[in-house]
């Protein structure tokens, strides 16, 4: 297991890049990074999961897991009383980040270009590459007939609405970013995040090609629920709604087709009775917030993948 | 003189325009300001005349005129941490303005409008407005055969090269931004701010119908020089540069054809010697940085030019 490439949601993720940044051994660490929570907001292009895997991995992220660590609200805090609605709060070097972003993509440079610009300013190890450059953005349906932005959905709205149907807008014409299918293809193990199923990793699979790329390769897929639950945010529910089966058998049923491996926590260690011919279901510790801890588990986790 | 309209650049301007807002008989007081010096830098729009008017009308200007006060760095600290030339510095709350100005406009608004936002935001009385909502761009060719954009060429290069020529891009097939002609044609005065001819009045004056206007209305410019020299900023030398004799007979040249009054300061008391049939001559002390100094000046000026 020298080459491994994560498919990553946002908080989950990054801390599971971290954990495998930390790897000696490893060769070559591509993250796959979903891209569908991308907004336009203050009509900057704000991309939460590149970001926070950026973040993470240069130990600059802040005390939730998302954002900048002491950053300030300086212009948040002048916008509102500017009268602008700023539910959606950006720190001051988050911003600094989106502007730059954006005024980048506006002179024509792609997001996997960008996004490499910032990951060589931090002087980031692994290669981090959105899914694809082009427009890519998770929608929502909710029960009540709205259909609302991904952000509008989980942070205007704090994740409340109970969630019909999700649509990736983009993904069907949306091509790999340059680097993406032979990072699949090359791997020697693909490792699928504790990110949010639907919402974080099907959008990611939902791109062109790249469904069957993984489906073609070596994949272990580490749980995000812990008793059925998730950690935070609202994977259980939004499973749930979309008709999966509750805990690890819908974790299972999401990735129907693709896994090799499906690691657990070990408080859900009755659920290796959950494995197939196809998928092997193991426990472990699963809880990465840590470094140190993150580190541990993921060399444990290509051990075991191997 | 109830209704004024005044031509306004940037500090010089929004200092007049303090002192005639501060007037308690004036009806109607409209400030045209100058777009040329707009840009786009780190992907906003940035309207340095507009905001420095609207500022130092609300009473919040930065300490050197522009910017607001006690304004804080973080964003731009943080983009220089990054790798962007941040020579042009914008302060967090500035940034807010700026950010929405540029949302809004992305939206489908008017400069006029989000002109328009700002000015009630701030609860301001005069009305305020960019000479157009089309793009006007002042750009500087210099002596060494260089073309540069205003802000460039101002702040960038701290105006140093010699100028050899300049053209107000867009100017010609600009249409004035509703309620500006009527508010030339409307006027029982309208006054030239003491800001720089070239840079600052003339791409107001090149918008389509503007100089026709004004020469028929009742204009009295302020002069911008003290002894020959602008107080701050390139304005002697930029006229000098483009063929326009020194001190005041430049200013009268300027403005050639548009003025009844011209107002010198009382250090250049001799050039009253300078009046014409067409235009007379007097002076004043011009020095209006403190706004009860520039409410006194205002009311003399709306009197003397009755």
């Known amino acids: 297991m020298r080459t491994v490439t994560l498919l990553s949601g946002g908080v989950g993720g990054a801390r599971l890049a971290r954990g495998l940044a930390a790897l000696p051994d490893l060769h070559d660490l591509t993250i796959l990074v979903n891209v569908g929570d991308d907004e336009d907001i203050y009509g900057l ?3 939460p999961d ?8 240069a130990g600059i992220e802040g005390p939730y897991g998302w954002g900048i660590a002491d950053d300030t609200f300086m212009v948040m805090d002048r916008m509102a009383a500017l009268g602008v609605d700023t539910t959606f709060r950006l720190g001051d070097a988050d911003l600094a980040t989106c502007l730059i972003r954006t005024s980048s993509l506006a002179g024509g440079a792609t997001l996997s270009e960008v996004t490499h610009r910032f990951a060589a300013g931090y002087g980031l190890t692994p290669r981090l590459l959105p899914v694809t450059d082009d427009r890519l953005r998770t929608v929502v349906d909710t029960t009540t007939g709205e259909r609302l932005s991904f ?6 709205r704090g994740h409340r609405d109970q969630v019909a149907a999700l649509h990736y ?3 069907a014409e949306a091509a790999p970013a340059p680097g993406v299918m032979s990072a699949i293809t090359g791997a020697d193990l693909v490792v699928i995040a504790p990110s949010n199923p639907p919402l974080s990793i099907w959008p990611i699979l939902a791109v062109a090609g790249i469904r069957k790329a993984v489906s073609d390769a070596r994949v272990a897929a580490v749980s995000p629920l812990f008793g059925g639950r998730a950690l935070k945010g609202p994977a259980d529910r939004v499973m749930a709604a979309l008709g999966l089966p509750p805990g690890n058998a819908g974790v299972l049923a999401a990735y129907e087709g693709l896994l090799d491996l499906l690691v657990v926590d070990r408080q859900d260690a009755d659920d290796i009775a959950l494995s197939t011919p196809e998928t092997r279901v193991v426990a472990a510790d699963t809880r990465i917030g840590d470094p140190a801890a993150a580190a541990r588990f993921a060399a444990w986790l290509v051990e075991e993948a191997a």
């Open 169 to 171: 807008r983009g993904a």
């Open 151 to 156: 952000q509008d959905y989980f942070v205007l």
């Open 45 to 47: 292009h704000v991309s």
């Open 50 to 57: 590149l970001d926070t895997v950026t973040y993470t991995l």
